[in-house]
């Protein structure tokens, strides 16, 4: 989830100075609005160190009125915290109706330094982060405002700012031990905070991820975010006094982080011949991979998603001659029918999983919840908001289970797609693959972009990240395909499922 | 929160004969109106061995259309089941929309036995209560009505219908050795069914304890309660599609369980010297035991909630001198001031929780939620019924940290409360302690009453369950609480704390 906030996201200095006084100006317009409404805010600020977490609370002291807002440090646990429940610390500092806390270091910050340093098991870790999110959802529910920041830098701009501030006789006392400790355990880091973020990213209080690299558009974002779930806190007060419709604003788009499929490289090809020779080794392998996950009861789900006309259906007709046909089913997910309709979204999914040792490829699954019905409005906004966290918690169930799951998109250019459409049109056996839908859906390319990238965003987890396959050139799609899949096969015959054995 | 449906709750022959022919016509009515509205219902049945469950769900096919319902019994799990994660056999069973799925052993079921015969360890078992949690969330956002049931009945009972079953050759077969190994493990089973009671008895999929001792009782009071949630669900589904106010109707008095408190006996007396020879010894006792919790650094969090003039400040008066002044506070719980209306309910008592070894006594607390503001309406009811589970929330965090939690209700009769009303009138000394709100609240005593079984029955959890405590005679209560108090402290000072030690 963290990769997708790694493109290098960017403001330019006149946007950043053309938008600030309008920026400013609303943000504290809608301070007071919620402090007229009395309602309470908590904004908690997390994320790795490094990312300018401490500048960020020192711009939103300046934009905004501090003498409505607490700041609030957690570090060390005092002797008074200690001999008390872990929670009371929060407690004592909770914001009260029309006032703002900041927390900076919370209920997250113990237990994932408590996993990443072994003095915690998997199962405390997620006991204490589901107790987080039922007193999250609890808070909101009492009419609490919460809106969660998680700050992300890459591991090599985390070390040069470390460098930087080093060799600078002014800051370097702000580079501590405990940060370079923490940079030797980046990638633990970033592992346990995404299964922190993904048991606890509800609808009630989602996580706002941003991309911390260039500092005008991390404080941007920051303010954008947070002015607009303020004046969606607002607009949903209004509604349970009476008014209407609940307008929720978009944030603006200066916020809008760098499109990660704008971060593609389209380029990498592979030729016929090259491709034929890796393609049958690869074939091989797999089949002999599958035989021997059937041998050890390991089950496969293969999610296939992408631009129409991007290769699914090819990649899936490269992948299934290397499996016996006894090993796997092709699920193709269309409009649901009258009866799936009449069930909960991910009904349908469910009965086609496969048993142990078995494969199950989706030709376009349950992400539909959050592409098309999202895209087209089959479904409303807060039904596929709550589809991330409903999502993440279904292939958590595989994964337990002991499942390799593998999501792909399939990535094309706008141009190539066209090029495809047309020749489909041309030729006669190809035409019956292109349909009014197809052309409808093309112009609304953007309106997909954005949702493919939320989509990635929240639905990345540590235990099944998205793979984005460059597809323009097919050869290439295919190969890079089956090479993830062999791989994923090969590490759990090697490691079994860590998750199972708990 | 099972010694509540213990109080043999029952209904006349007359009564059931009556209300019988109404009660069906208006279940098929309201079954036919949810079809046609679309809403799926699920009715998850649960309890003990013996309580007959197997012919409440005979009932339930005999009243209501049994075309629209789908009785699925989950027994031993088959091997297809088996090869794939564990909800797969529940989600193949799920009740499309406008149906009615009833499941017999459901996901409880595995847990609540892995955790009783020791197959999984306690983090395990909450984990998986945690994702049912989660899960039955899930399907009531997505549209679904879900009523779980839980048939109680107490030890003894479930020995003599076993042995009844067994003396009669027609139906020595339906009892087997399961049952009886079930039996021997009869209290461990409670405990761990309060567990998962607890941890999954939320706001959106509630359960429904049913004292099943008599079976008149049970089938009728399981179907007013299943047509009470229908018809609610219908309200709910209205106001989705736009009409205004959500009438939540109650529950048919028939169906009320005999209450709680008109089961305790009043007439335990002490005598003068009896109680000042007790007392004293008790004092001594507690004085030590204090300090020896002191310098253990257990603490302790005492509540006294009861009528008006029961007594409450009379026990305190008694218990404090036992105790050294620098180990307690008593916090008297009044209306909430300005500054504790602008936070969450339960934030005011966060602040005064004990340091370790040290004692907070109650006097009033976060119960008023569902007492006081329950009765008289200052609370919503979407709101009181929320906190039930987030009072269980809050204590286990105290028990987590290793605080003893006592609870005590003090109960005396309306009589004696008239009595010590008329005397507080009298006496000068005692005249202030009189107000006309005491007047009012005592009009009030049958809507208190449901509150005060209410409260017993969903907050009596494994770790901290309601002492009611018989105090027309003062003595007597006296003695009593101290005793309890006494005993919880040897208890942990010899035990430890089981959840704090995992």
Known sequence: MFQVFESGSKISREDYKKRLPELRAELLKTQFALQEQGIPLLIIIAGVEGAGKGEVINRLNSWMDTRYIETNVFRKVTDEEASRPFHWRFWRKMPKAGEIGVFFGSWYTKSIKNLVFGKESTAQFDAHMNQVKSMEQMLVAGGMLIVKFWLHVPEKKQKKRFKKLEKDKRTEWRVTDYDWRYHEHYQQFIKVSQRAIRLTNTADAPWNIIDASQKRYRDIAFMEILLQQMKAALNKNGIKNGTPAPVIPDVHDIAKPKNILDDIDLSPKLFKDEYKEIYDELALEIEFLAWQCYQKNISSVIVFEGWDAAGKGGVIRRLVPALDAKLYRVIQTAAPSKIEKS????????????????????????????????????????????????????????????????????????????????????????????????????????????????????????????????????????????EIIRNSMIEALEEGNPDKST
């Open 343 to 482: 069930h909960h979204y991910l009904w349908r999914f469910w009965q086609d999983l496969p048993e142990d040792g078995k494969i199950t490829i989706y030709d376009r699954s349950w992400y539909g919840r959050v592409l098309v019905e999202r895209v087209e409005g089959f479904a409303k906004e807060e039904e596929w908001n709550r589809a991330f966290h409903e999502i993440n918690e279904f292939e958590y169930q595989l994964i337990e289970h002991g499942t390799i799951v593998n999501k792909f998109w399939l990535h094309i250019s706008s141009e190539e797609q066209l090029r495809r459409f047309e020749e489909r049109q041309k030729v006669g056996y190809k035409k019956h693959k292109i349909t009014d839908d197809d052309w409808r859906n093309r112009d609304k390319r953007e309106a997909y972009k954005t949702a493919v990238h939320d989509m990635v965003a929240k639905t990345s987890t540590e235990y099944s990240p998205w793979h984005i396959i460059p597809a323009n050139n097919k050869n290439y799609a295919r190969i890079t395909v089956l």
